[in-house]
């Protein structure tokens, strides 16, 4: 057996009914293959891929608070801090009653390469609780928050573990946690990211991640000699990320017709209001049922169903595994041309092959999503600092990292023989670094 497919073994057998990091973990390990092989006995010796697989800490811990009936109500948070070998921990929260150990893993691994892929000093990390903010009032989801926070401070810090926001957790999730820090510690210092900005948040960090996809998405066009402007873009989810993808891809002249939720999708073909969709999502937090009353020309359906429609470029934005076989076959059936994810994972192992096979440029999001947590470092350079930096200087960083991520994994994907695979181009570029880092440092 060679070193990857052992190592991969172990993980399934070291890890059972982790489905999510199996994927994660197998999807990786496969495409990193060749540049193990380079120098496989070396690796082997010093455990590289069983120290890359098992994380440095894993904290799990209960979260009792009290619901506005005064009745106590538990979850369970976790914070797995996966790899610091090139900087200090970083990555999401994530707060929905789907959160699991599984699922946590897998974010945490995946954030390892795509940390790296920004050519920022951040290390691998993700947490989050099987919490449901969906329905809660203000104050349940403080009491939650800062309950949340009392066991995690012992554990994070600015020069060692920085969370940010996830599914669920967007500014008034990490408002509430940093008030409780700062309570806890006494320290006024930059230990999240995603910030107000009247308390040392960066500008351009809540559209960096869905800007980042569009930037991403319009380098790849660009470089196979076609123009994002005047395409038309599928886009799911309706959150963070969709919103501010949305908001990029219109601005650059292409139309998205598409959005969901986890009840039903919209099919607006004359472009997605943006406006009516923050007013909705944002002010309202409200359903995605809603939209029609700003826009009676557009179309809403119960459950899934974005990917039936015809488009050029498809973002998907919600969660994991949200692009199965059937869409990928879909996809290509409609003649598409790039499918660059802004979710983590959302295309199951088989249809990301499918899309491969029949020439859909595809884009995994460790390196498409990057600008979201890029953009996180540069809150944490300004925190150092304590200064801010404009808009328009933070947005031209994101836009000069998200091309140089697209030509890293482009030319990784070629020195390997890999020509147009961005998922091997991606892990490779990313794990490269990583690799050199953690042997530098012997053996931790
Ligand atoms: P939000 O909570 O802002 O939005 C999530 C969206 O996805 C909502 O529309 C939600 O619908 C939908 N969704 C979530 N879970 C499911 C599900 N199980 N089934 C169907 N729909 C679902 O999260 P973000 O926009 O921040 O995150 C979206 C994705 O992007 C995630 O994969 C996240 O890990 C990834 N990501 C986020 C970054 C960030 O900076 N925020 C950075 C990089 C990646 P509903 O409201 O009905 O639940
Ligand atoms: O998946 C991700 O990259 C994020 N949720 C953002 C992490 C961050 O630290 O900004």
Redesign the pocket.
Known sequence: MSYVDDVLAKVIENNPSEPEFHQAVTEVLETIRPLIEENEELYKKEAILERLTVPERMIKFRVPWVDDKGQVQVNTGIRVQFNSAIGPYKG?L?F?P?VNQSIIKF?GFEQIF?NSLTGLPIGGGKGGADFDP?GKSDREVMAFCQSFMTELYKHIGADRDVP???????AREIGYMFGQYKRLTGNYEGVLT?KGLSYGGSLA?TE???YGVIYLSAELFQSHGMELAGKTVCV????????YAIEKAQELGAKVVT?????GWVYDPEGIDVAALKEI?EVQRA??TEYKKYRPNSEYHEG?GVWQIKCDLACP????N?VFIEDAKQLVANGCTALVE?????TTLDATKYLQENGVFFVP?KAS?????AV?ALEMSQNSERLSWTFEDVDERLQTIMVNIYHNMDDAAKRYGKEGDYVAGANLAGFEKVLNAMLAQGVC
């Open positions: 999401g994530r929905h789907s974010l795509k969906k940010a926001g996830d599914i669920g957790v967007g995603g960090r960096a991640t869905g799911s989810g309706s959150g963070n990320v969709a919103i959005c969901s939720d986890s009840n999502k359903r995605l899934r934005c919600a969660t994991q949200e802004g979710a983590n994972m959302p999001g999503n990057a600008g979201g947590v996180s």
